[in-house]
C-alpha cells in the first residue's frame, strides 16, 4: 500500500538553530501535505499544510517546501525555540480518496536552551 | 478547538467485553475520521465517514465498526476489546476531501 517516509526519528537542536525534517511519499496522486505538532498529551494541531501547485510555503519561522517529481517535502524551522519541542507529523493525501491522510511515524524535535 | 469533542476521555476495561467512542462535532462538517495513535506508527486510519450513514473502511479497520446516524456524532465500536487494541484513539472532522483535519482532544483506552 502507499505509504510516508519521515526522517529523522529524532532530532535535536540548540535554540536559534534551524531544525529540518523530510518526508517521501509513494502515491503520485497525492495533491495536499500537512504537517502536524503533536505535544505530549496533546491533539495534533495543523501548523502549516501545502498543495501540490506550490512549491514553497511560509509561515513566519516555518516553512515547507514540495518536490512533486521527487515526492520530498519537508518542513524547515528557523531561529528554533524550546517551545518549538514536541512530535511532529507529516502527511499525504491518498490520490482519488475521500481525503484519507497517510501520515508519517514522526520526528521528535528537541530544543535545548 | 474546531468544535470537536470526544467521549469518554479515558477508559479501562477487559478482553472481551464491547466498548464504544463517541465524536461530537459541532460544526456540522461533512467528513469524520477515526485514527488511533501508538508509539512508533503514528497515526493509522481506522474507518472515516464521508455523510450520514455513509461510512468506509481505512487502513486498519479489522476489528471495528463504526456508525454514523447524524451529522454530530462518529461513533467507534470494538465488538469485543482485545489488548492488541489498547491506543490512544482520534476523532478528526474536515470540511471536505484534501481539506484540512482538525483533530479531538483523544482517547485513551486500556484493554486488560
Known amino acids: 500500500g502507499e505509504n510516508v517516509e519521515q526522517h529523522p526519528s529524532t532530532l535535536s537542536v540548540q535554540e536559534g538553530d534551524s531544525a529540518v525534517i523530510k518526508c517521501t511519499y509513494s502515491?503520485?496522486?497525492?495533491?495536499?501535505f500537512p504537517w502536524y505538532k503533536q505535544e505530549l498529551g496533546k491533539r495534533p494541531q495543523l501548523i502549516i499544510d501545502?498543495?501540490?501547485?506550490?512549491g514553497e510555503k511560509k509561515d513566519q519561522r516555518i516553512a515547507v517546501t514540495l518536490n512533486k517529481t521527487a515526492k520530498h517535502f519537508s518542513l524547515h524551522i528557523t531561529e528554533t525555540q524550546p517551545e518549538d519541542s514536541a512530535v511532529y507529523f507529516c502527511?499525504?493525501?491518498?490520490?482519488?480518496?475521500?481525503?484519507?491522510?497517510?501520515f508519517g511515524k514522526g520526528t521528535k524535535l528537541s530544543v535545548k536552551p | 478547538d474546531a468544535g470537536i469533542t470526544q467521549s469518554p476521555r479515558h477508559k479501562v476495561t477487559e478482553t472481551g467485553t464491547p466498548v464504544t467512542l463517541r465524536c461530537h462535532q459541532t460544526?456540522?462538517?461533512?467528513?469524520m475520521y477515526w485514527y488511533r495513535q501508538d508509539p512508533g506508527h503514528g497515526l493509522r486510519l481506522i474507518h472515516y465517514?464521508?455523510?450520514?450513514?455513509?461510512?468506509d473502511k481505512g487502513e486498519v479497520s479489522d476489528g471495528y465498526s463504526v456508525s454514523r446516524s447524524k451529522t454530530e456524532d462518529f461513533l467507534l465500536t470494538l465488538e469485543s476489546a482485545t489488548s492488541s487494541q489498547t491506543s490512544v484513539y482520534f476523532c478528526?472532522?474536515?470540511?471536505?476531501?484534501?481539506?484540512?483535519?482538525?483533530f479531538g482532544p483523544g482517547t485513551r483506552l486500556t484493554v486488560l
Open positions: 460544526e456540522n462538517h461533512r467528513y
Open positions: 501545502i498543495r501540490s501547485n506550490v
Open positions: 478528526a472532522i474536515s470540511v471536505g476531501p484534501t481539506d484540512t483535519q482538525y
Open positions: 502515491d503520485s496522486a497525492s495533491n495536499y
Open positions: 465517514s464521508y455523510g450520514v450513514k455513509d461510512t
Open positions: 502527511a499525504a493525501s491518498l490520490g482519488g480518496s475521500q481525503g484519507n491522510l497517510i
